[in-house]
């Protein structure tokens, strides 16, 4: 229970830090625009605080898609598909959710815009 509170304390933190970033920098970029912001005259920083923060993303995910396809081949899938090798639905996921953020990202520029009205 200790660790959960920990981790919440930790990830409001976090949020707080981003949410002022967020205020600060109106354009997408997250960690990687406040550092280029920041470290704008040390490139080489900038750019190891940029890769850091791409291998720490890919990392995670990768660890979460692992831990998803083994939980899914030890829980969820029959016993009559266990010939698929591991990793095949971690793949699969990956894939879902590189398609559905890809489609979001065109999706976005073409919603219609809820019109506020002026008082």
Partial sequence: MIAFVLAAIIAGITAGAYSEFASVYSEN??????????F???????YAIGMSLF???T???AF????MDEW???????ESLHFLPHGTF???TAILLGVLNARG??????????SRPTS
Avoid: H, I, K, W
């Fill in 55 to 57: 291998l720490g993303y």
């Fill in 40 to 46: 704008g005259d040390r490139d080489l920083l900038a």
């Fill in 64 to 67: 979460c898609l692992a831990t």
């Fill in 90 to 92: 971690g793949v699969l």
């Fill in 29 to 38: 970029g997250g960690g990687y625009l406040f550092t280029s912001r920041t």
């Fill in 105 to 114: 990202t065109e999706e976005s520029g073409t919603s219609p815009r809820v």
């Fill in 59 to 61: 990392g995670t995910t």
């Fill in 72 to 78: 899914v081949v030890r829980f969820v899938l029959p």
